[in-house]
């Protein structure tokens, strides 16, 4: 079993929607989360990063982490075009080795 | 350019050759890391430098793969023998440490990454 999961999609959401993924984990020591956004052919970038428990907003972006259940999520509103990518959850209990998802692929269409 | 440079872009091999992999880091970031992507998956961890030495290789699939780093700058991946199971984009990130402790952002400046192709 891989220690970050996470639904590979597509998911295609029509412009203006709240998009919503998620990502599971299995250690309990990862303690640090993040979402990276990789467009065809591109290396991933930086989204959101935190450490804790709880929400974080930044713009139309909002990363929720639940160390409870292992469970962490981004949530994208007002969906635009440009939108379109693949996320990727990113989980690291150090600064060493970070541990991706498997990427969820996303499609807003116009 | 500022970014991660990584060389070469495309390297079509065959199956058994020796093939090389460079990536120019941000200047004076101290972590390098490389990861291996396949096609519809995430990266995944290959090995992880602090200045000059590797921090941590667990991620090496074998002894056919290794990488140094040897002025704390530039690193080479090397494969030996490659594989046809060694084909995948290969990317490289750099991320600056900071504080005393050697805390980290949580961000990876990645490259555009290197597509083998092993026929």
């Known amino acids: 079993q891989k220690e970050v999961e996470q639904d590979p999609g597509p998911l295609s959401v029509p412009e203006g929607a709240i998009v919503s993924l998620n990502c599971t984990y299995s250690?309990?020591?990862?303690?640090?989360f993040m979402w990276y956004r990789q467009y065809s052919r591109k290396g991933p970038e930086l989204l959101m990063y935190?450490?804790?428990?709880g929400n974080k907003e930044d713009g139309r972006f909002t990363a929720q982490v639940d160390k409870s259940s292992k469970y962490i999520s981004l949530f994208i509103r007002d969906s635009q075009p440009s939108d379109s990518a693949t996320y990727l959850c990113?989980?690291?209990?150090?600064?060493?080795?970070?541990?991706f998802g498997a990427g969820t692929q996303v499609v807003v269409t116009p | 350019g500022a970014g991660v440079s990584q060389t070469p872009s495309n390297k079509v091999t065959e199956k058994g050759k020796y093939v090389e992999l460079r990536c120019d880091p941000i200047?004076?970031?101290?972590?390098l890391y490389w990861y291996r992507q396949s096609l519809g998956q995430g990266p995944e961890f290959l090995i992880y430098?602090?200045?000059?030495?590797?921090?941590?290789d667990s991620g090496l699939p074998n002894d056919r793969f290794f990488a140094v780093r040897p002025e704390g700058s530039v690193s080479t991946l090397k494969i030996q023998r490659t594989e046809r199971g060694d084909s995948a984009v290969y990317l490289c990130?750099?991320?600056?440490?900071?504080?005393?402790?050697?805390?980290?952002?949580?961000?990876?400046?990645f490259g555009e990454g290197s597509r083998l192709t092993v026929l």
């Open positions: 990130a750099s991320s600056p440490l900071i504080g005393d402790r050697g805390r980290g952002t949580g961000e990876l400046f």
């Open positions: 250690n309990s020591a990862f303690q640090y």
């Open positions: 935190t450490y804790s428990s």
């Open positions: 990113a989980i690291t209990d150090s600064w060493g080795k970070f541990q």
């Open positions: 200047s004076g970031h101290t972590a």
């Open positions: 430098f602090q200045g000059t030495g590797a921090a941590d």
